[in-house]
């Protein structure tokens, strides 16, 4: 039983960190705000590895999600930098907080080098991107 309650014990306090380290397959990006992300990149694969809000040179995408600057119209831009060598595929979610609604968004792959924008209504109020890859 000493050993049972132990155990316990050990999950709980580790199970945390677990937690930390499996949210770093998923960048969330919210409304007026940009994330750098930097990526292991390995024969193709790639796993996320560090977001950071400060602008980072060093970073190989960049998510920034803002409000169209056009007043005409009434939707949020989603940029997506990729400083890759290869173009980037990725899933996202499109997600309204105070709606309590999340739908799979399709999104535009990336080419190398490049800028992607994407427009998602207003009602969006954050991003998330996860499954990312490298196409060949």
């Known amino acids: 039983m000493k050993r049972f309650f132990t155990a316990l014990l050990l999950l ?8 930390a380290a499996a949210s770093l397959s998923t960048l969330t990006v919210r409304l007026n705000e ?4 930097r990526f292991e990149v390995s024969a193709k694969k790639i796993k996320l590895v560090n977001l950071s809000k400060e602008p980072d040179p060093g970073a190989q995408v960049v998510f920034s999600f803002q409000k169209d600057p056009d007043p005409k119209k009434t939707a949020h831009l989603l940029k997506v ?24 968004a399709p999104v535009t792959p990336v080419v190398a080098g490049k800028v992607a924008y994407e427009n998602f209504p ?13 196409a060949k």
């Open 12 to 19: 709980a306090c580790l199970s945390p960190w677990a937690h």
């Open 81 to 104: 930098e990729n400083r890759f060598s290869s173009d980037l595929v990725y899933q996202a979610e499109m997600r309204s907080v105070t709606l309590k609604q999340q739908f799979r």
């Open 34 to 37: 940009t994330v750098y992300a």
């Open 122 to 134: 207003t009602q969006v109020e954050e991003i998330s991107a996860f499954d990312f890859k490298l």
